[in-house]
């Protein structure tokens, strides 16, 4: 496999399963080497190992974002294999569909402490390797929620809306030192996770195909659909491109008519 990234050394969070595991397929496809984190270790070593089987590089780790000795242990591996991580996506995150009322402290922190700080925390994980190489790419998955608010996901949307303000200022501060960061909040893309919401309900009593309808572009997203906007901001190509949130969403939160 050889494309845009080649030689790079990318890390994916969250990249056993959806979205994390659809980039993951995808910076490999385009020449990166690709380090598969999930707290599932299992599910990232079989993401790793479809890499390899389709003629990658790509090696996965069991590591939780909530634990700074697990992504440190994890990046300590990707470093020891393949040198400096100068491509990192961070998609690891979960889910909260609760009544405002009914959220603990428990909850909300929680909720904040896979979403925001583990993003922090693996962006800190590896912004020395980038700032020591000169350049780096950060992208930061956060949620069409966090743009449009959301019933029942107050703690969800508020860690992801932290996501994309953490992404702009981060940008700014790494900027000069050849690195971008920028945000990509998906909507409505078919994954496990909403799956999961659908089949409990959360997604409305119409299911998945009402949700289509109602989307501008009349489909439901793939993780694919992330991907590949996800290749192109790591690319030499997007170096222009930095501190921006690029919604991939089939026109929802981009309109408010229906139609
Ligand atoms: N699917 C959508 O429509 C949608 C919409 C908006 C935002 N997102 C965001 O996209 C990202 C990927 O979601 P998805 O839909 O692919 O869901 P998914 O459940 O298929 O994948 C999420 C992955 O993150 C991993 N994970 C959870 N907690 C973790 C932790 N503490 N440490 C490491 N890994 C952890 C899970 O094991 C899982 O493999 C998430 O951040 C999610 O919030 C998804």
Not at 43 to 50: F, G, H, I, K, L
Not at 145 to 150: K, L, T
Not at 208 to 225: F, K
Request: aromatic share 6%.
């Amino acid at each position: 496999m050889s494309g845009s990234l080649d030689g790079r050394v990318a890390v994916v969070t969250g990249g056993g399963s959806g979205i994390g595991r659809a980039c993951a397929l995808r910076l490999a496809a385009d020449g990166a080497k690709v380090g598969v984190f999930d707290l599932d270790g299992e599910s990232a070593r079989a993401v790793a190992d479809e890499i390899t089987a389709a003629g990658g590089t790509a090696h996965g780790v069991g590591v939780d974002v909530t634990s700074r000795e697990q992504i440190n242990q994890g990046v300590g591996e990707i470093r020891g294999l393949w040198g400096p991580i100068t491509i990192l996506v961070n998609s690891a995150g979960r889910e909260l569909f609760k009544r405002f009322l009914d959220i603990t402290d428990e909850l909300w922190n929680a909720v904040h402490d896979v979403n925001l700080a583990g993003t922090f925390r693996c962006c800190q994980a590896v912004a020395p390797d980038m700032i020591e190489a000169g350049w780096g790419r950060i992208v930061n998955i956060s949620s069409s929620s966090a743009q449009g608010g959301q019933p029942f996901m107050t703690a969800y949307a508020a860690s992801k809306g932290g996501v994309i303000t953490f992404t702009k200022s981060l940008a700014l501060e790494l900027g000069p030192n050849g690195i971008t960061v920028n945000t990509i909040p998906p909507g409505f893309i078919i994954t496990p996770m909403t799956e999961r919401n659908a089949a409990k309900g959360y997604l409305g009593a119409d299911g998945l195909d009402a949700v289509a309808a109602r989307t501008p572009v009349r489909r439901a997203g793939q993780p694919e659909d992330i991907a590949a906007a996800c290749s192109f901001l790591c690319s030499d190509e997007a170096g222009y491109i930095t501190g921006q949130i690029i919604g991939v969403n089939g026109g929802r939160n981009t309109t408010s008519a229906v139609f």
